[in-house]
């Protein structure tokens, strides 16, 4: 049995392509990003966020995750395949929303983000939920019932959401984050200038 394994690892090895200076190091691997869509997703939220694998440009695989999963492994708080170095990327992208408020805080970390009671409101002119007696979540930024018009898709492509059901991922999902944060964008989306 071993033989046979051996032949076959050494068959495989010989199959892979080696030019002069190239050797395994140079062979493309998968990584990890975080992700965020703007389908309803855990929980019936009305987004779902991702642990997202990609390989040569392309997402091969993408694993919903909650809410407070998002939050601890983009602030580094606990470990990650799409944070690997454990560094805050809400700090990295400047997402404001999911910082600690206050001047020296660095090294502490928030279970929660207000961004994301936000991410509803791209998608929707209203909420689509029936609401508990007294409670007012606001009105959406979409300009159609159920989705973003035109003109609002258009300008959800720059983070690669060309239809409401993509992903934004890696860079992308935190540029959104931080833009959803950004009340000039925010009035652009809803408005257009």
């Given at each position: 049995?071993?033989g046979t394994l051996l032949r076959s690892v050494l068959l495989l090895l010989t199959c892979i392509p080696v030019t ?25 939220q009305l987004f779902t966020l991702f642990i997202v694998k990609e390989f040569e440009g392309k997402v091969i695989q ?132």
């Open positions: 049995m071993c002069s200076g190239q050797g395994l190091s140079n062979v493309p691997f998968a990584t990890y990003a975080f992700g965020v869509s703007l389908n309803t997703g855990l929980n019936n993408s694993d919903p995750i909650t809410r407070e999963q998002f939050v601890l492994q983009a602030q580094g708080a606990v470990p990650s395949k799409a944070n690997p170095l454990n560094i805050n990327l809400f700090r990295k992208f400047e997402v404001d929303l999911c910082l600690p408020l206050g001047e020296d805080t660095i090294g502490r970390y928030l279970l929660d983000c207000e961004v994301f009671d936000h991410l509803w409101k791209l998608r929707f002119w209203e909420y689509p939920y029936k609401l508990r007696e007294g409670q007012h979540p606001g009105k959406g930024w979409a300009e159609t019932r159920t989705a973003p018009s035109p003109r609002q898709l258009l300008l959800l492509t720059d983070f690669g959401m060309l239809q409401v059901g993509d992903l934004a991922y890696g860079e992308n999902a935190f540029r959104l984050l931080h833009d959803v944060g950004d009340s000039a964008w925010v009035d652009n989306y809803r408005k257009g200038y």
